[in-house]
C-alpha cells in the first residue's frame, strides 16, 4: 500500500489517505464560482461512497471562500460523520475546532496536522484568514498550501519548520508562473510537486488547463503530477 493517497475532488478539495487516516481538505463546496469546478449533487454522492462507516477523521478548510468552503455540505458532513473533527478559520459551525493561532496542531490516530497562517493569493484578500498544513505520518510528509501567496516566506518558513517535505500540493500558478516554479524548487524542495485547483473541462474560460499542459512538458525537477479530473486518486510513495 502507498503512503499516501490523494483523491481530487474538485478546485484545491482533496481527500487524502495518510497512515490509518482518511482527512478531507477544502473538499466540500457547492456554490458555483465563474471558471471554477464545484462539488455537484452527483459528486458528493461519489465522495460519500468514497468514506462509508466512520467516515474522515478530520474535515478541514484553508479558508472559507465558496470555491473551497460550503456551510451547507459541512453541515450535512457534521450530520452523517459526527465522529469527524471539523477545523476551519472562522466560526460558522457549532463543534467546529476555530483555527485562531499563528500555529495550530491537531492530532489524529498516528498523524500529526501542523497548520500556519499563510496570506492568500491578491492584495484584495489579505485580511483573508487562511491557512496552509502538513500532514506528517512520522515517514511521510505532505504539505498543502490552500491558495497561499504565490512566493510567500511565511510559507517556506513553514516547510523549514516542519522538516523535509516528501510531497507538496500547490495550485497551478506554482507550475505555470516561472517564479512559482523557482520557489517551490529552491525554497520548499519538495521530493514531489502535486499540482490542484484547475477546472474540470467544460468549465475552463481561460485556458488554464492548455497552459499547464505546456509547463508540464518543459518542468525540470522532482516527479510532477497534476490533478485535473474528478475523483482522479493519486499513490504517493
Request: glycine letters at 8%; hydrophobic letters at 45%.
Amino acid at each position: 500500500m502507498s503512503r499516501c493517497e490523494i483523491t481530487l475532488i474538485a478546485n484545491a478539495g482533496v481527500l487524502v489517505r495518510l497512515g490509518r487516516c482518511h482527512i478531507l481538505v477544502d473538499a466540500l463546496h457547492d456554490r458555483p464560482v465563474a471558471g471554477w469546478s464545484t462539488v455537484t449533487g452527483e459528486r458528493w454522492e461519489r465522495l460519500r461512497a468514497l468514506l462509508p462507516g466512520p467516515g474522515p477523521e478530520l474535515i478541514l478548510f484553508t479558508h472559507c471562500h465558496p470555491d473551497h468552503f460550503s456551510p451547507k455540505l459541512a453541515a450535512q458532513a457534521q450530520a452523517l460523520w459526527p465522529g469527524a473533527k471539523l477545523a476551519l478559520p472562522e466560526q460558522r459551525l457549532e463543534g467546529q475546532r476555530m483555527l485562531d493561532s499563528r500555529r495550530e496542531t491537531l492530532r489524529l490516530p498516528g498523524i500529526t496536522v501542523r497548520l500556519a497562517r499563510l496570506p492568500h493569493e491578491g492584495a484584495s484578500f489579505a485580511r483573508v484568514r487562511h491557512y496552509g498544513c502538513v500532514l506528517d505520518s512520522g515517514d511521510f510528509r505532505l504539505l498543502l498550501v490552500g491558495d497561499c501567496a504565490l512566493c510567500a516566506p511565511e510559507l517556506a518558513a513553514f516547510a523549514a519548520e516542519c522538516g523535509p517535505i516528501d510531497a507538496a500540493a500547490a495550485p497551478f500558478p506554482w507550475l505555470t508562473l516561472r517564479r512559482g516554479r523557482e520557489f517551490l524548487l529552491e525554497r520548499v524542495r519538495p521530493g514531489r510537486v502535486v499540482i490542484d485547483h484547475l477546472p474540470f473541462d467544460g468549465d475552463d474560460m481561460y485556458g488554464y488547463r492548455a497552459a499547464v499542459q505546456k509547463a508540464a512538458a518543459a518542468w525540470e525537477g522532482p516527479a510532477l503530477s497534476v490533478l485535473s479530473e474528478p475523483f482522479q486518486r493519486l499513490a504517493l510513495d
